[in-house]
């Protein structure tokens, strides 16, 4: 049983109902019939899409997932739950005309979204939430999450790390000679097309973390996941760099959305004596 801690859960007593005095059954019993029916009026007025919102929440327990779900009742159904009793339909279409789709809607900052008329701030940090959510569901897929056993671990480590990022990043993960994670560095930072990897900065993260080996990582998010002859030589040109000091390079991986190319995998780099695969 999950623990909760306080302000995530109020807790109702059951024997709540069993507790109540006679003054406040006298109050119900002697309450107006029409008053009642003016209650329920009102509810139905205030939200008047409650079937719709259940349907929803039908269609996506005997589908288990989204399956058949257009692009706004994903982000319809997500956001009830930030709004308990306001219709989120027509919200969720102009979050999307916005942000240019789903996608754009998911990797935008809570910021952004609350700039949007009628997003607060619980329901901009929920939307926000769908992305590190994926990040560490990627991470569960590992045996180990601290151990890159498999070249797919690999992969699906650097999504996690890449997921949702709109301009190309470099990272460095340094390993121990087990493929034990004992760190990783992001090194820099490029536009949407292009990214610099610095052979000072790498260099001195994979000796402060004493690395064994180091892999690569780095994103393609306008385009495919096919390196380019600047990547593989800049790549080869690290590798050289860190086998002068013992340190192996063991793979690159690039990722594009779902998509991702391992450079170990495609032969792009020198595996000599010393050198070993996953």
Not at 181 to 206: D, F, H, K, N, W
Request: net charge negative.
């Amino acid at each position: 049983m999950p623990t909760f801690h306080d302000g995530e859960l109020w807790y109702i007593n059951p024997d709540r109902a069993r507790t109540e005095t006679p003054k406040m059954r006298e109050r119900e019993e002697i309450a107006p019939a029409e008053e009642k029916d003016a209650a329920e009026s009102e509810t139905r007025t205030v939200y008047p899409n409650a079937g719709h919102r259940s349907r929803l929440r039908e269609r996506f327990r005997e589908n288990r997932g989204f399956d058949g779900f257009s692009e706004h009742e994903v982000l319809e159904l997500i956001m009830t739950y930030g709004s308990p009793r306001k219709d989120t339909k027509d919200l969720a279409k102009t979050l999307l005309g916005v942000f240019g789709g789903l996608k754009g809607v998911f990797e935008a900052r809570p910021e952004q979204l609350m700039t949007v008329q009628g997003v607060g701030e619980t329901q901009a940090t929920l939307i926000s939430m769908m992305l590190p959510l994926t990040r560490i569901c990627l991470r569960c897929e590992m045996q180990d999450p601290r151990q890159i056993a498999n070249r797919r671990e690999l992969e699906n480590y650097c999504k996690g790390m890449e997921l949702g990022k709109r301009v190309e990043e470099f990272w460095v993960i340094c390993v121990n000679a087990q493929c034990r994670i004992l760190g990783q560095r992001r090194i820099s930072e490029g536009s949407l097309s292009e990214v610099s990897a610095y052979p000072r900065l790498v260099m001195e993260t994979a000796l402060n973390y004493n690395a064994h080996s180091v892999f690569f990582c780095h994103n393609h998010p306008g385009g495919t996941c096919a390196p380019s002859a600047e990547d593989i030589s800049s790549t080869l040109q690290l590798q050289r760099l860190l086998n002068g000091v013992g340190i192996m390079v063991l793979d690159h991986m690039i990722i594009a959305g779902a998509n991702a190319y391992s450079m170990a995998q495609h032969g792009d780099l020198e595996f000599g004596a010393r050198g070993r695969k996953i």
